[in-house]
């Protein structure tokens, strides 16, 4: 778990201001939703919290460092898309572990966390599929397994039940919310959905054209005149 703090920060592709004036801190443990309109900047920011964009200015910090100029893989942040994006060829349990063999984490420890997170995901029966024999709820299930088996201090999570039918999306989303109350990592969570800003977040930053509208807790967000 790591505080995760904006300060000032913008992004520029070219000519087109991405982002600019952003500026939050999300303390430990806390869980927030970022909402607002397609093309509003939404993903540009979490891609720049996980190191794939960098920012044009700004400060980022995670924990109490600077990380601007700290590389993807050597920050502490797993970050989980819509589309799974899992590895075809390797079982579960393998997909699972992936981040912790790229660390070479030890292998006892590794099997230890394969074993605690299927568990917590309800993957223990399907730990030798492949992707392809599995359902997309498992599918995107087994993608939020492989991001937190590494026990990151950040999880960013861009639109992760989207192309899930309705059902699955509630139960996904029930589990996710279980997860981060037995985990505790500070999480953030893009989603176009209301339900899951209502349900998950503590508090909600709503985006407008590149720029915070207001962050407050979901109540005080989607409360009706
Ligand atoms: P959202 O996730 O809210 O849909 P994005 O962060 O993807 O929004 O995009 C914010 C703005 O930045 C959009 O105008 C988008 O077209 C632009 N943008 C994002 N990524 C790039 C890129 N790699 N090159 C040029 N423009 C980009
Ligand atoms: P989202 O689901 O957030 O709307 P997009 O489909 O807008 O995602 O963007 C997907 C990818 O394309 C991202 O990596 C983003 O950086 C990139 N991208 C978005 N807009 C542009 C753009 N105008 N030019 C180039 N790349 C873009």
């Given amino acids: 778990m790591a505080k995760v703090h904006l300060e000032d920060i913008k992004r520029k592709f070219n000519n087109v201001t991405a982002i ?3 500026s939050f801190e999300i303390p430990d443990g806390e869980f927030w939703v970022l909402v ?4 509003c900047g939404k993903s540009t920011i979490l891609r720049t919290i996980a190191g794939l964009e960098s920012a044009t200015s700004g400060k980022l910090f995670i924990g109490d460092t600077l990380v601007n100029n700290v590389p993807a893989r050597q920050r502490d942040v797993a970050m989980v898309f819509q589309n799974y994006a899992l590895y075809p060829h390797m079982t579960v349990a393998q997909n699972i572990a992936f981040g912790l063999e790229m660390r070479k984490v030890d292998s006892k420890i590794i099997q230890e966390r394969v074993a605690n997170v299927a568990r917590s995901l309800a993957l223990e029966h399907l730990l030798d599929r492949k992707p392809k024999q599995l359902s997309g709820g498992q599918q995107q299930r087994v993608a939020l397994g492989r991001a937190i088996a590494r026990e990151p201090q950040v999880f960013l999570l861009d639109e992760p039940l989207s192309n899930l039918d309705a059902q699955l999306r509630d139960d996904t989303r029930a589990e996710l919310k279980q997860l981060h109350q ?6 953030i969570y893009v989603t176009h959905d209301q339900v899951e800003a209502m ?15 207001q962050i407050g807790a979901p109540q005080s967000v989607y409360a009706r005149p």
């Fill in 20 to 22: 600019e004036d952003i």
């Fill in 36 to 39: 607002g309109p397609s093309g």
């Fill in 182 to 187: 037995e985990l505790g990592i500070t999480t």
């Fill in 199 to 213: 349900t998950l977040a503590d508090q909600i930053v709503v985006l407008n054209r590149g720029r915070i509208q």
